[in-house]
């Protein structure tokens, strides 16, 4: 009996011109998004690799210098785009894509690509993922807002009631009807994705995530359409069926993510950079001062070392005592930069705390993380690259310093590195989180598509019985 | 006319008996003032954190100012004087601090500002130095974009309008009554010109009952004209989404479809179109500044006599006065060589700056070109102008930074190339940033009024043309 519903059903709808016309616009959006997410990704990625050769050429043919002065020379992070950010932008406009790495400084990420822009980004730009998270449901919803409507106005519910079919066999047939569309029309987009992975010479990984992407998206959409079937059987009419789903719709996609974020920034302001910066010069200036070989931090330090090698002098420590000095501020001062920086982070954890809520209850929330953390475009995958860029940061001027440390003489500023000591430190290289670490933060959004699933069952169910 | 009074208390009664056209309304309106609750909070934040900032930078002068007079018989006031008076310490360590202070109205549209650094703290250093370096942030916060009133009316007005005039002429088909109605001597055209004027006055009322509200939170910065804008913006912005909804019953479909083509419309004009051309047109990805990183570099160069000759000789180019007829080296010698070399640096590093902000405009400018088919991102664009949040802002506030910088530059080195050490009364006189942003561009505005206008217009005249058509004709 399901086989000939979801006959009946799949003959109506590909019968439906207006729903033939929508198929196509979207099919020709998803082209149009796959193609400028290839164009964008390729220029970017152009453009980031010239920038980093041309940084790294730089680091590599700096004069020959006192290795703390060439340390201040500084190096550069930049932040790759992964294969899959074609796919989904996420908040790659809004966070940095450039840390300039410095000694005793931890600074932030440096040229949103928002900022070139006027408003018109903050209302989106068109990928594979924003058609498949806002326009996909519409589409869904506008034809299947009338599947029991319809069915109730033309009294072939009644028909097929008294003919023993039941409420849930009736659902269950409509739905997979659905559910076999919505593939067919979600199948091109992930083969044009899959292309363009292949085409970028992507990483076995990435494949790997883009089968998840492309599960995760389908689980999605299907639960739209269960949930639009469901209000169009609870409903009266056509009228309010869609009128609810509008509601649906806007409320979880438009309104809910808007006042999590603002609920968020008010609830746990940030402090303004200046606030922040001032704290950790406070904090620093109370340790070692690594340029100052005489203040009181050093002359414990000193003290300390006179004891442990049991000399009088400074000058006749093993090493030049101002490059250890100079490597214990640059230790103390990230100690500081951790403590500061840890407690920033938390806070802006606590902002986004309340978006993870809410996405347990906004199955649209919960797929837009889940999908921004597999395309290594959210929030987690630029702490990560922060975190890498810093360890970085610290391993370059550690290397540096020991250089000045181990050859140089006490008071000797003028003392130079060899050109290929610059060679000797590598450049930065990011290291992609694996799969596991980029969904953990996500764990609500799946409890969110679970629960949804299981609202949806027990409510079938309960109007099969009312409707026996 | 009496027809026209009774359409209108006809329409109100119906109106008030909607459950769904009542909740939508008070929906918007709660959701309208709650928006404005959003955008004065965030301005306030801005504003105590600026207070905070000046307040902190007042203090540390103060310290300057008191370094003068301090025992320099003591190392602590030795050293306190010797960083007040040494114009090569100062240059570094006395900070300026140049504000963008928000508009009264920038609550109501709060456009760009959360994501442009509205302070800078600057010294002589190289100011790309400073002002390249990212600011703190939370970007999913920036990418969820406001809640302030400008969001209400540009992507929530619409779906009222939708949601209030959808079903105009159709409920009228499934009651039955519009044969009653054709029975009347006035036309079809005429009465559904009516009932979706009565709703444009509701939806005109509710806008400015909102605005005005959150015109009375903006303070006594208020300036007249600019609100006055804000409203005939509103007003037109809010006629184009009647006009719409005016051709689409003009079609006479049923209630379904009507309200489905009010909401595909909606979602070509709010996202699909605005996202197609951020994507096609602006690039949004694509970023120009990051071969500009080097700018963010420490600025260092050879501490030895040959190279601060061969820069102070081209920072004499540039400054014949200050060159001094001696050449004999004096104390400050490698310090002028340093400060030349910044300011040489800096001049390099302004016409890459420039080259960038002179493309950023440009492809505003190509994005401009589409705004009569993206009214929203229009009217939005316009809204930020009149509340002094959007692009144009930035720049203006960029370039009186830059001027500002040059003041900074020369408060120290003025004393440092005319070899004597800083005075308390080179505190008293030490530059204070002044940003006179430019008026907002009357013709901007017109032009935008205009075009709004002019699309409704053409939408109205050709839903007439199809009313006027009789159902029976079809």
């Not at chain 1, 106005?153 to 659905?178: D, E, H, M, N, P």
């Not at chain 2, 007439?464 to 004709?473: M, R, T, W, Y």
Request: glycine residues 6%; contains cysteine; proline residues 3%.
């Amino acid at each position: 009996m399901i086989g000939i519903l979801i006959k009946k059903e799949l003959l109506v709808i590909f019968r439906n011109r207006s729903f033939l016309l929508t198929a196509l616009i979207i099919q020709l959006l998803l082209f149009t998004a796959a193609a400028g997410g290839y164009r964008v990704f390729q220029e970017s990625k152009a453009e980031r690799l010239a920038a980093e050769k041309e940084k790294r050429e730089q680091w590599l043919h700096q004069d020959p210098k006192h290795p703390h002065i060439a340390a201040h020379f500084g190096n550069f992070a930049y932040m790759p785009k992964t294969g899959l950010s074609l796919f989904d932008y996420g908040l790659d406009a809004f966070t940095g894509t450039v840390v300039y790495l410095e000694p005793h400084k931890q600074n932030e990420f440096s040229f949103k690509p928002a900022e070139e822009q006027n408003a018109s980004l903050r209302f989106g730009e068109l990928s594979l993922a924003m058609i498949l998270q806002l326009l996909f449901p519409l589409l869904i919803i506008f034809n299947c807002f009338t599947a029991f409507s319809k069915e109730r106005s033309g009294g072939t519910i009644q028909l097929l009631y008294s003919q023993g079919v039941s409420f849930r066999q009736l659902y269950l047939g409509k739905f997979l009807a659905c559910c076999i569309w919505i593939l067919l029309l979600v199948l091109p987009a992930f083969i044009l994705l899959l292309l363009t992975q292949i085409w970028i010479k992507s990483a076995a990984l990435e494949l790997l995530r883009l089968l998840l992407l492309s599960t995760f998206y389908l689980f999605y959409l299907f639960l739209v359409a269960a949930v639009t079937l469901l209000v169009s059987a609870y409903s009266k009419n056509a009228k309010p069926a869609i009128l609810t789903m509008i509601g649906i719709w806007l409320g979880f996609m438009v309104l809910v993510p808007k006042w999590s974020a603002s609920a968020g920034d008010n609830l746990y302001p940030l402090p303004s950079k200046y606030d922040f910066l001032q704290a950790i010069r406070r904090d620093i200036h109370q340790g070692i001062d690594g340029h100052n070989a005489k203040g009181t931090r050093a002359e414990q330090l000193k003290t300390q070392l006179l004891q442990k090698y049991h000399v009088d002098t400074v000058s006749k420590l093993p090493f030049n005592f101002e490059g250890y000095v100079m490597q214990a501020g640059e230790a103390y001062s990230s100690r500081v930069y951790d403590k500061h920086f840890s407690k920033l982070q938390s806070r802006l954890q606590q902002q986004n705390q309340i978006g993870l809520w809410c996405s347990l209850i906004d199955p649209f929330m919960a797929i837009k993380n889940i999908s921004m953390g597999l395309c290594g475009t959210d929030y987690g995958t630029h702490l990560d690259f922060q975190r890498q860029a810093e360890n970085y940061r610290r391993f370059f001027v550690r290397s540096m310093n020991q250089d000045m440390e181990e050859h140089s003489k006490l008071g000797d500023w003028e003392y130079k590195v060899k050109k290929d000591t610059y060679a000797k430190i590598p450049a930065f290289h990011y290291v992609q989180r694996t799969i596991g670490q980029s969904l953990a933060p996500y764990l609500l959004g799946f409890c969110s598509l679970g629960l949804w699933l299981l609202v949806m069952v027990l409510l079938v169910e309960i109007y099969n019985k009312q409707s026996k | 006319m009496k027809l026209y009074k009774i359409i209108f208390s006809n329409e109100l009664r119906l109106m008030l008996r909607s459950s769904t056209q009542m909740i939508a309304l008070v929906l918007f309106v709660c959701l309208g003032a709650y928006s404005i609750y959003y955008g004065h909070s965030e301005i306030r934040k801005q504003e105590n954190r600026l207070q905070g900032v000046a307040d902190t930078i007042q203090k540390s002068r103060r310290h300057y100012l008191e370094a003068f007079k301090a025992d320099t018989s003591t190392a602590a006031g030795k050293y306190a004087y010797e960083s007040a008076a040494m114009p090569s310490l100062a240059r570094f360590n006395y900070n300026f601090l140049a504000i963008n202070p928000p508009t009264a109205m920038a609550g109501l549209s709060l456009g760009q500002r959360d994501l442009y650094r509205y302070y800078y703290i600057l010294n002589a250093q190289n100011l790309y130095a400073q002002t390249l370096k990212g600011d703190i942030d939370n970007p999913f916060k920036l990418s969820a974009g406001n809640f302030d009133l400008a969001f209400v009316c540009i992507y929530l007005l619409p779906l009222l309008i939708i949601a209030l005039s959808f079903d105009v002429l159709s409920a009228e088909q499934d009651l039955g009554t519009l044969s009653l109605i054709s029975t009347t001597s006035f036309s079809l055209k005429q009465i559904v010109a009516q009932k979706i004027r009565f709703r444009c006055l509701l939806v005109l009322l509710l806008v400015m009952v909102l605005s005005l509200g959150a015109f009375l939170c903006s303070g006594p910065g208020l300036q007249l004209l600019p609100a006055v804008f804000w409203l005939m913006v509103l007003f037109a912005y809010s006629g184009l989404w009647f006009a719409i909804m005016y051709l689409i019953i003009s079609f006479k479909m049923n209630t379904s479809l009507n309200a489905i083509s009010g909401i595909v419309v909606w979602i070509c004009l709010l996202i699909v179109v605005p996202a197609l051309i951020n994507l096609l047109v602006a690039n949004g990805q694509k970023q120009q500044a990051s071969s500009l990183a080097s700018l963010m570099r420490s600025r260092n160069m050879p501490e030895k006599e040959d190279a601060m000759r061969e820069v102070l000789g081209d920072f004499y180019a540039y400054y014949p006065a200050l060159k001094p007829i001696d050449t004999t080296k004096t104390p400050f010698f490698f310090f002028q060589g340093y400060s030349a070399f910044l300011m040489v640096d800096q001049m390099k590093s302004k016409k890459l700056v420039d080259e960038l902000y002179r493309s950023v405009k440009r492809r505003d400018q190509k994005v401009g070109y589409f705004n009569l088919i993206s009214p929203a991102v229009y009217s939005q664009e316009l809204l930020n102008h009149l509340s002094g949040t959007d692009m144009d802002r930035e720049f203006q506030f960029k370039a009186a930074i830059e001027k500002y910088h040059q003041k900074i530059f020369w408060f120290s080195n003025q004393a440092l190339f005319g070899n004597r050490m800083l005075r308390a009364k080179d505190y008293a006189h030490a530059p204070r940033f002044s940003f006179k942003p430019a008026p907002f561009s009357m013709e901007h505005l017109l032009l935008g009024l205009f075009q709004l206008s002019g699309i409704s217009i053409c939408l109205l005249f050709w839903g007439g043309k199809n009313l006027s058509v009789d159902f029976n004709e079809e």
